[in-house]
């Protein structure tokens, strides 16, 4: 008995200063590199970087060198980029396990950003769907630029005619993810009754939009400042959290979609119809396991339980985009723009975004 005991605890200290040393790997953040030279013989551009992980401080404004076109890729000169919570991500290096595909102790990748809208300049020699001139709106690495690049089969698509700009570049990451939490994984259908926890940010304003536009009974939530709006993008109803808490509203719903995540998986099946379907985005604020408690929490509740409590990782696809796009065209969605700032302001951006009280989407104005 007494070597069994010595073995197991031998392996529970092995695994505790492993577990220790990961932490510790995970969680470093090296120095800032210095910005490299750049080279004299290449075209170059304004754009944001970060060489370590940290606050929005750590952003630069530089230039560098500017992209070419694939065979099989477009160059889009940016006219408007977005903001998103993936952003403060990716600086922060939050949560500590996303640094296993990002990079230990400072990022792999420099560049920053993905939505954006703009005007091709160039295209692959392969490229047949984009040509220059055309006004298009999508996903690429590294949006907080002057430039980018896509591939033709990419998240990339035509930009409405009567949509702007600024419009356009908020819709592709919070756009795509309403759009697929409601119709993929919700499979919202007429007369169905929804509710939308978060309705105001920049996935829920779209998620009213396109919820209502499925026929759905909309219901929103929201703060105080923001329910006049919410109401004016289509809810039916909307729940003031100040003042009321929807979990204790007796209503049920087919469909809860939830941005917020401030009430737990067993208040939320109080108001999910007993076929319901939850529908988890995002997740809560924190450097370990936050973030992921209530998707880990929802894979142990969905096997003893019938309603579905699911979360959505969003895929850019193109016909999303262009599902979104004859959305835009026909005035059924609109998107909601809280704030504007310049490319050289990202880090303001950033650091808004992060406050949590953006109302529908931050632009980036880049030209």
């Not at 403060?88 to 993905?114: C, I, K, Q």
């Not at 089969?153 to 756009?175: E, R, T, W």
């Not at 939530?221 to 729940?239: L, P, Q, W, Y």
């Amino acid at each position: 008995m007494k070597l069994r005991y010595r073995i197991a605890s031998g392996v529970l200290i092995v695994l505790a200063l492993a577990t220790t040393a990961l932490a510790l790997v995970l969680s470093h953040n090296s120095a800032c590199e210095p910005a490299p030279a750049v080279s004299g013989g290449t075209e170059n551009m304004k754009a944001i970087v970060h060489r370590c992980y940290g606050s929005p401080d750590v952003l630069q404004f530089e230039d560098v060198e500017k992209p070419m076109p694939g065979d099989n890729e477009v160059l889009v000169e940016v006219a408007a980029a977005a903001v998103n919570p993936l952003d403060w991500h990716f600086v922060r290096g939050t949560p500590y396990f996303l640094r296993l595909l990002t990079g230990l102790g400072a990022p792999d990748a420099t560049s920053l950003g993905v939505d954006f809208a703009g005007t091709v300049v160039a295209v692959g020699r392969d490229v047949k769907r984009f040509k220059p001139g055309d006004e298009v709106f999508g996903g690429g690495d590294g949006a907080f630029a002057e430039y980018v690049t896509v591939a033709e089969d990419g998240a990339l698509a035509m930009k409405p005619a009567d949509v702007s700009f600024g419009q356009a570049a908020s819709v592709p990451i919070a756009g795509v993810t309403a759009l697929q939490a409601l119709r993929d994984i919700g499979k919202l259908k007429p007369g169905q009754k929804v509710l939308i926890n978060g309705a105001s940010g920049g996935v829920g304003t779209f998620a009213v939009q396109l919820a209502k536009s499925f026929g759905a009974e909309v219901s929103g939530v929201c703060s105080t400042r923001n329910v006049d709006m919410v109401r004016s993008i289509g809810a039916d109803h909307v729940f003031d959290y100040k003042q009321e808490d929807y979990t204790e509203s007796g209503q049920q719903f087919d469909v809860i979609v939830d941005m917020i995540g401030n009430h737990s998986l067993l208040k939320n099946r109080r108001v999910l119809k007993p076929d319901g379907i939850f529908v988890i985005v995002g997740g809560a604020k924190g450097n370990w396991l936050g973030p992921v408690m209530g998707p880990i929490k929802a894979f142990m509740l969905s096997p003893f339980v019938d309603q579905e409590f699911v979360m959505i990782l969003a895929e850019l696809r193109q016909s999303d985009l262009n599902t979104l796009a004859d959305l835009m065209q026909a005035g059924t969605v609109t998107p909601v723009i809280d704030s504007r700032y310049r490319l050289s302001e990202v880090p303001d951006a950033i650091r808004h975004s992060e406050e949590g009280h953006a109302r529908g989407k931050i632009i980036i104005d880049v030209q």
